[in-house]
Structures are given as C-alpha cells and as structure tokens.
C-alpha cells in the first residue's frame, strides 16, 4: 500500500526548493492577507479548485504553468503590501482582476506596462518573473548542481543560476542591479 503521506511530504519539500515555503503554506497567507477563500484563490490563479487543493496538500508537487506562477507572484506581492497598509481593500479587489486577467506576458519584460511604454520595469518584478522561468523547469538543487557543472568554464552563468535560481529574491534584486547597463 502506497504511503501517501511521506509522498506529500517529499512533494511539499520540492515545492519548498522551487517557490520557498510549501504551497499550502503561501496559498494560506495570500488568502488570509487578501481576504479570499480557495475557489477565489483558485480563479484568480487560473487553477481549477481541485488542482489547488492537490498543490496545498501535496498530492501535486509543480505549477506547470508559468503564467500561474507569475498570477502567483504577483498576489504576493499584493498580499504584503494590502498586510503593510499600503493598499485599501477596493485597490487590492481591482488589482487581484487586473492579475486574473493577466496571461503571463514575458516575464523577461524589461518594461512595466503600467506605468507607460518604456519605462523601465521594477528589479523586483524582473527578478520574480527570472525565477519564475528557472524554478518552473528545475528545483533549487538541480539548478545549483548545474551551476556547479557550469562553474569552470562559465563563472558568471554559474553565478547567475545561484543567484536567481536557489537563492532569496533580495539577494537576486542587488545583483540585478549591480549588473544593469
């Protein structure tokens, strides 16, 4: 009889490599600072109710969908700044459609569409949409040990996969902007 328990387990420790924190965990925050309930959640992300139960109770390890993930991303964003007092409860509900209706435009986009063409986009949301694109193909592990691979012939591609790939966005962010121009 198969152990369902140590397989959720090893799946929320692959969720834990490839978004920070098992699923369950980040969904539950997002609602609770964004005042939603699972089918909410659920539209807003573009999942079906079902598939976001099996990511929260790891019966599912992976997003397959990066614009998910982007949708999710963005959320928390949202979350910590509707739990920092700096948006109001109508802005967050406008915001949360604007993020359902999103399609995952290029998450390696250097220009932030709403605040006019050209403009350069946040570093934030640059580096969240990199690490969006690595964690959705590999988990923190594998991209380290190819890193490690690519280390003698190609330091800085190597660097790069650290960074972003297993490491905190904060850190992601101060190197994005020490290697811009």
Do not use: C
């Not at 309930?37 to 929260?56: D, T």
Request: charged letters at 20%; a negative charge.
């Amino acid at each position: 009889m198969p152990d369902h328990g140590a397989r959720a387990r090893e799946a929320m420790e692959l969720q834990r490599g490839w978004y920070g924190e098992p699923l369950g965990d980040l969904f539950r925050r997002v609602i609770a600072d964004l005042g939603l309930n699972q089918v909410r959640l659920a539209g807003v992300l573009g999942l079906s109710a079902p598939m976001l139960s099996q990511l929260m109770s790891g019966q599912r390890a992976k997003i397959g969908n990066p614009a998910v993930v982007q949708r999710l991303q963005a959320l928390q964003e949202l979350a910590l700044q509707v739990a920092e007092g700096g948006i109001g409860v109508m802005e967050a509900s406008e915001r949360m459609a604007e993020i359902r209706e999103s399609t995952g435009t290029s998450v390696l986009s250097t220009t932030h569409s709403s605040s006019g063409a050209g403009t350069p986009a946040p570093a934030r949301q640059v580096v969240r949409g990199i690490q969006a694109v690595l964690r959705s193909v590999a988990s923190a592990g594998e991209i380290e040990a190819a890193a490690h691979s690519l280390a003698p012939a190609y330091p800085h591609l190597a660097e790069f996969l650290r960074v972003y790939g297993g490491g905190r966005t904060s850190d992601a962010v101060a190197h994005y902007e020490a290697h811009q121009d």
